[in-house]
């Protein structure tokens, strides 16, 4: 079946520094999407990439899908306290079902 | 938009005990998803309903699991024995459709089987 690896499973960062986060899937995918949970909270949605090789930015926020439309990014300048929390990638592949990556939990120090 | 809306958002419970947890998707979205999200397993799909219609339910851990969707409006997500290793949080989720669209979660159920 379809898997969905996501790395690094934490990171803590200081204030200020960049962090990324890495998606891979094991089949090509139709389009790749991104959550944002907050300690306690739940997944929201940021973004969804269809296009091969493909980027959007959302302020801070870089999102990138690969040309073979297996792996993707998500890179956050200079981050904020606000930043915290757990960021996940999903992918829809030709099953049209939506496997989540075991998620990113990121820390930013003041 | 009132969102996606589960209850109860804490339930506690003894072990052996069933348990019922409730699901109210967004109005006019016909797919519903329940997930089961854990530190160790991470976000698990447990089962999706299309137009009210179970369409994979190969994530539910056993038989002590079932769940509903009587219509468009609302889900249960059962366990009828629960156990301490249900101790999770439940998460429903609903889109507009299968695959290409967002999922809008809701606040989530923190099960505790003791």
């Known amino acids: 079946g379809q898997q969905v690896m996501q790395i690094p499973q934490y990171q803590h960062v200081q204030e200020g520094e960049d962090f990324t986060t890495y998606c891979n899937s094991s089949?090509?995918?139709?389009?790749i999407q991104w959550y944002k949970q907050r300690p306690g909270g739940h997944p929201v949605f940021l973004i969804q990439?269809?296009?091969?090789?493909e980027v959007k930015k959302q302020k801070r926020l870089t999102f990138q899908f690969g040309e073979a439309k297996k792996n993707s990014s998500l890179h956050i300048t200079a981050t904020q306290t606000t930043d915290v929390g757990t960021y996940f990638c999903a992918g829809v592949g030709s099953a049209r079902q939506l496997t989540f990556g075991s998620g990113t939990q990121l820390t930013v120090l003041p | 938009d009132a969102g996606v809306i589960q209850s109860p958002r804490h339930e506690v419970t003894e072990m052996g005990q069933e348990v019922t947890l409730r699901c109210k998707p967004i109005?006019?979205?016909?797919?519903l998803f329940w997930y089961r999200q854990t530190m160790m397993r991470g976000l698990e799909l447990l089962i999706y309903?299309?137009?009210?219609?179970?369409?994979?339910d190969s994530g539910m851990p056993e038989d002590r699991f079932s769940a509903k969707m009587p219509n468009a409006s609302f889900s249960t997500l059962k366990i009828q024995p629960s156990e301490p290793r249900d101790s999770a949080v439940y998460f429903c989720a609903s889109s507009l459709g299968q695959g290409n669209s967002p999922l809008h979660f809701g606040n989530g159920t923190r099960l505790t089987v003791t």
């Open positions: 990439l269809v296009k091969s090789g």
């Open positions: 309903f299309n137009n009210n219609v179970p369409i994979d």
């Open positions: 109005s006019g979205h016909n797919s």
């Open positions: 089949t090509t995918l139709s389009n």
